[in-house]
């Protein structure tokens, strides 16, 4: 990484499936898979895997958090990609531009790291 960009994932399917298996019920994953498939149906909604990927980070094993990111993602999908994958940028980031290159950049590699940890896990 290099410039301040921040990175974002890859997500596929079949990464989507092996999360739900890990974080939540096997007796709930029809239904985990069939809320998250209530995303990608506008035209406008972009980047499904990704942001199906942040709503699970988001919603951590719960359902009723699911559900509430579910609806948050159909609304404005941005509402579930920048707190799932750039947390640390969205705390600064009302003052990114007052902070020198190499913290922005450390909060960036920050925000890479706790996403790929969570999306890595077993």
Known sequence: MSGGSQPHPTVTQADLERVVRRDFP???E???LAMLNEYGTEAWHSERERVC???LKLAAGSLEQLRVQ???AKADYREVLGPAE???YGK???RMDRLSGDERQRIIEADWKQYQDWFVKR
């Open 53 to 55: 990927a942040a709503i």
């Open 26 to 28: 096997a007796d709930r």
């Open 70 to 72: 579910v609806e948050a």
């Open 30 to 32: 029809s239904e985990v």
């Open 92 to 94: 600064h980031w009302f």
């Open 86 to 88: 750039y947390p640390g």
